[in-house]
């Protein structure tokens, strides 16, 4: 791929940072280690001298909320002593697949006179620039659209189709392996659906029948030691995977496995719960007059009724 030189704004011995990220994808393997070589090598031709390197690895671009390393950079070049002439790209889509976004910081920093320049994107000098690049940027963002829309889809094909699904099973399930098929250099493709396992199945049942008899999560825990908080089995005994459903997605899958626990306690858990909430609505509101915050004690879990942060 032949590189774009740099814009007028960067001569021979300019100061420059550079931002490098990926998405962490299958196919994103040292990704972030091949861009860092690529504009090395280009700030070595062009004579550029190429000070912090800003790297987010496994970062999504439709968000710079957890991208460390962007903010960190954006605070780099907030000052002015600080400040580089420019900042290298590989491409726009590696500052922000988002439009705002891309429009909001892109304008930011050039409004501080930092040259934002892609090295593989063809933007030309001047005002008809701007147009050619918001352009990018739009089409960045509808790629984006269209991944996360083809993703979704994938997954739930391999949830309806397989019975897989991606990430960490709830407590007592464990992770299966099956084969859903074949990739095109010939290997498997493995996914994973969620299987009850045979040694926890009496700790969950046993959890259950507990709350069905009116006992404490701290004495349910202190008997089976499920979870390392009490937080959670709250959800936990809201879970109708435990009755054989599985909600993924907005997809409701009746029988997705054999029920651990029978209909007549899950229902008296599910009535217990209930009444928890409700009584604990009733004790917690109206709001807390000391409290600082306008909605304290007020908004709660609607399936527990615990409070919510």
């Known amino acids: 791929m032949s590189l774009l030189p740099p814009p007028s704004t960067l001569p021979p011995n300019a100061i420059v940072d550079t931002y490098i990220r990926d998405s962490g994808g299958p196919t994103q393997d040292r990704s972030t280690d091949q861009q860092l070589r690529e504009i090395q090598k280009y700030c070595a031709t062009h004579k550029l001298q190429l000070r912090h390197k800003f790297i987010d690895q496994a970062k999504s671009g439709g968000s710079t909320a957890t991208r460390e390393s962007f903010n960190a ?17 590989w491409n726009y889509a590696r500052f922000a697949r988002d439009l705002d976004d891309a429009i909001y910081y892109k304008s930011l920093l050039k409004s501080q006179h930092v040259t934002v320049h892609s090295l593989t994107d063809p933007v030309p000098e001047g005002y008809h620039g701007r147009i050619v690049e918001l352009f990018i940027d739009i089409s960045n963002e509808e790629k984006r659209r269209q991944t996360s829309t083809d993703a979704k889809r994938g997954l739930r ?12 099973p709830p407590r007592g399930f464990y992770r299966s392996p099956v084969n859903t098929g074949t990739r095109r250099d010939g290997t498997p493709r493995i996914a994973h659906s969620w299987e009850p ?8 049942q046993e959890a259950f029948a507990m709350k069905a008899a009116g006992a404490s999560l701290s004495q349910i825990h202190a008997k089976t030691k499920l979870y390392s908080s009490l937080n959670s089995y709250r959800t936990f005994f809201n879970n109708q995977i435990y009755i054989g459903i599985l909600l ?9 496995c054999d029920p651990i626990v029978d209909i007549a306690t899950w229902k008296s858990v599910q009535a217990r719960l209930k009444k928890a909430g409700q009584g604990k609505r009733k004790k917690i509101h109206p709001r807390r007059v000391n409290s600082p915050y306008l909605l304290s004690s007020i908004i709660l879990c609607d399936n527990c009724g615990a409070p919510m942060n």
């Not at 094909?157 to 960490?168: A, Q």
């Not at 993924?248 to 997705?256: A, R, S």
């Open 197 to 204: 396992d045979p040694e926890k199945i009496p700790i969950i």
């Open 73 to 89: 950079m954006l605070d780099t070049c907030a000052h002015a002593e600080t400040r580089p002439q420019g900042l290298l790209l």
């Open 248 to 256: 993924y997605g907005g997809e409701i899958i009746p029988d997705y």
């Open 157 to 168: 094909d391999l949830v309806l189709l397989h019975r897989c699904v991606p990430g960490l």
